[in-house]
């Protein structure tokens, strides 16, 4: 038992160090994206984020909702348009 809240007080420390570097590489990155490409990244951050929010909806749920409602948004990206 004190193994496993070792192991996921780490996992809470690697996720929260992750996320500022996520911040801070995409912060670096704005500058110069093109204002499509911050439409449609705004359009699924916000997506993400409004799903997490809402504590009663399991991350799995959260994960294959955003799949499927961001999918048009990575398709365009992925095709350039």
Not at 2 to 24: G, V
Not at 36 to 61: G, I, M, N, Q
Request: aromatic content about 4%; overall charge negative; charged content about 25%.
């Amino acid at each position: 038992m004190a193994d496993e809240l070792s192991i996921s007080q780490d996992l809470d420390k690697q996720i929260i160090a992750t996320q500022q570097r996520f911040q801070k590489a995409m912060k670096a990155r704005l500058a110069n994206m093109p204002l499509e490409t911050k439409e449609r990244y705004f359009a699924v951050l916000s997506l993400l984020v409004a799903k997490l929010e809402d504590p009663s909806k399991p991350l799995r749920e959260v994960l294959q909702d955003v799949v499927i409602e961001s999918a048009s948004y990575i398709a365009q990206e992925l095709s350039g348009l």
